[in-house]
């Protein structure tokens, strides 16, 4: 079992940043892909970031790049985005998720451990 804790979401204006944190707990030894995800009102979940324990997979969605990096201390099982020039169409609760070996699938149903969100609104 593993646990994720978010931190770092609140209120931003459009053009601003965040940086988001997770945190997992479990099995040291256990390669875990972790990644960001978001859901908006009325909206599906869907892949921000996704980065594999030893970096090898790294995927961004085509709708963040060059505005969010993730990054991922390595061998470590902590997950940071950092968040600029945000907009509007960024309002969402970020979601960090987990799972064992690759991160290849961005399918919500592939990942098996889910933090408990963080807002992120931008006005």
């Known amino acids: 079992h593993v646990q994720l804790v978010e931190s770092g979401g609140g209120s931003v204006q459009a053009g601003g940043s965040l940086r988001l944190s997770c945190t997992a707990s479990?099995?040291?030894?256990?390669?875990?892909?972790m990644a960001w995800f978001r859901q908006a009102p009325g909206k599906e979940r869907e892949s921000v970031a996704r980065?594999?324990?030893?970096?090898?997979?790294?995927y961004v969605a085509e709708s963040v790049k060059g505005r969010f990096t993730a990054s991922r201390e390595k061998g470590k099982n902590l997950l940071f985005l950092r968040m600029d020039n945000l907009e509007l169409e960024d309002t969402a609760m970020y979601y960090c998720?987990?799972?064992?070996?690759?991160?290849?699938?961005?399918?919500?149903?592939?990942?098996?451990?889910w933090g408990q969100g963080t807002q992120v609104t931008v006005s």
């Open positions: 998720g987990a799972r064992p070996g690759s991160c290849a699938p961005e399918e919500v149903s592939a990942y098996d451990w």
């Open positions: 479990g099995d040291p030894y256990t390669k875990y892909c």
């Open positions: 980065i594999s324990r030893d970096h090898a997979g790294r």
